[in-house]
């Protein structure tokens, strides 16, 4: 039997946080930054902390994009064989 991946197993980069758990904090920076009432240098800080982020989160979109069409690529080679369909056939 397969073993099922937890979240807690996923691979995870940018420190131990998944990706959901990054682009929420990107999104609550985006949120902080659009405040008017924030220091410029904290606003500055978040900016720089999000761009980070938003780095890191494309990073791993590209790699899931590659894994993707590797097993799109894959699926398409498999689908070119005649399928075995005997367990289908009217008795």
């Given at each position: 039997m397969a073993k099922k991946t937890t979240a807690a197993e996923a691979?995870?980069?940018?420190?131990n946080k998944s990706f959901e758990e990054r682009?929420?904090?990107l999104e609550t920076l985006g949120e902080k930054i659009r405040?008017?009432?924030i220091p410029l240098d904290?606003?500055?800080?978040?900016?720089?902390?999000?761009?980070?982020?938003a780095q890191s989160l494309e990073k791993d979109l590209e790699k899931i994009e590659s894994r993707i069409e590797i097993l799109m690529n894959s699926a398409d080679a498999a689908s070119d064989e005649?399928?075995?369909?005997e367990l289908f056939d009217a008795r």
């Amino acid at each position: 039997m397969a073993k099922k991946t937890t979240a807690a197993e996923a691979p995870k980069s940018s420190g131990n946080k998944s990706f959901e758990e990054r682009l929420e904090r990107l999104e609550t920076l985006g949120e902080k930054i659009r405040k008017t009432d924030i220091p410029l240098d904290e606003a500055l800080k978040a900016f720089e902390e999000g761009i980070r982020l938003a780095q890191s989160l494309e990073k791993d979109l590209e790699k899931i994009e590659s894994r993707i069409e590797i097993l799109m690529n894959s699926a398409d080679a498999a689908s070119d064989e005649s399928p075995d369909l005997e367990l289908f056939d009217a008795r």
